[in-house]
């Protein structure tokens, strides 16, 4: 476990649990909202705040897929899920690669082996690159993956926070359209965002469960929360260009997340801007997300 420190903030981070964050405090206040989730196998049972998604983004159904002239078949890492989930970047340890009291980058190689089970995680070899970094505007974390392998693979990135939803939490952002999905998330209709689905000048997340898809996500959230903790504004590069919010107000968090490309995007050709990246053996692709808690009306607890 590491901590990090600056103007009145401490991060925890987690290598050994997929790089994953445990707490983001910002004068006295805990931002986000740790979440335990039995099925994620290898989270093994930690309760984490936030982590990293790559080399995809949320399902893929049935673990299948086909790109370069083959057939790929990935192993579920959701229990009771047949469509893995999220990559397999949280499913191991990082190594930790530089350190300053704000500062922190880590790393994870991936090699698939030859057999079954080690292709089933991802077929392709990649490194990726977690930097965290407390600034004075908040927190930066920054996600870059490479193609280390020899041919071309399609990749997909993202970051999975929680954060507390009160009983008046407001969530506002704008975007195109958004996914209905089936009973296991996967899409099933694309609709505009309007009416119920607007939340271009906010929405109560109270009685709202949420876990859908938007596309066109114009880089900007905030969750404003009446209810004591600091409203939280989350600012994401334009290479995520979409948006998953994952609302459980019967357990108090609502997930904020910043992501490259669609649900099973892998499998949806025919959708314009699905967001598939093609890397290069030797190419990256990255991009940087901030977060920044406004804490000008709110009084330390403690």
């Avoid at 930690?46 to 080399?55: Q, S």
């Avoid at 890492?77 to 949280?90: A, D, Q, R, S, T």
């Avoid at 969530?171 to 089936?182: C, G, H, R």
């Avoid at 053996?281 to 607890?301: K, Y």
């Amino acid at each position: 476990m590491l901590e990090l420190k600056r103007d009145g903030q401490s991060l925890t981070i987690l290598p050994e649990t997929g790089a994953a964050l445990g707490q983001w405090q910002v004068q006295g206040h805990d931002m986000l909202r740790p979440v335990a989730n039995p099925a994620l196998r290898n989270q093994k049972g930690v309760a984490v705040g936030a982590y990293p998604l790559l080399p995809y983004v949320n399902r893929i159904a049935d673990g299948h897929f086909a790109f370069g002239g083959e057939e790929h078949r990935l192993v579920p890492n959701m229990e009771g899920c047949p469509h893995p989930i999220h990559g397999n970047g949280w499913e191991h340890e990082w190594q930790v690669a530089h350190r300053t009291d704000s500062h922190a980058i880590l790393t994870f190689d991936h090699t698939p082996s030859d057999d079954e089970a080690g292709r089933g995680e991802w077929p392709y070899a990649y490194r990726a690159v977690m930097s965290y970094e407390l600034r004075a505007d908040g927190l930066h974390v920054s996600i870059v993956i490479r193609n280390s392998d020899t041919v071309d693979q399609p990749v997909g990135l993202g970051f999975h926070p929680f954060f507390h939803s009160e009983a008046k939490s407001r969530l506002k952002f704008a975007a195109d359209s958004v996914w209905l999905t089936d009973g296991h998330g996967l899409p099933t209709e694309k609709k505009s965002c309007e009416g119920e689905w607007d939340f271009s000048t906010g929405q109560a997340l109270e009685e709202l469960k949420l876990d859908n898809g938007f596309a066109g996500f114009a880089g900007q959230a905030r969750l404003e929360q009446p209810g004591g903790l600091p409203d939280l504004t989350v600012e994401a590069d334009r290479i995520f260009s979409h948006l998953v919010v994952f609302s459980q107000p019967e357990e108090g968090y609502v997930a904020i997340e910043p992501v490259t490309s669609m649900t099973d995007a892998l499998n949806r050709p025919e959708i314009a801007g699905r967001g598939v990246h093609v890397l290069a053996p030797g190419q990256s692709l990255g991009g940087m997300i901030r977060f920044r808690a406004d804490v000008s009306r709110r009084p330390a607890e403690g």
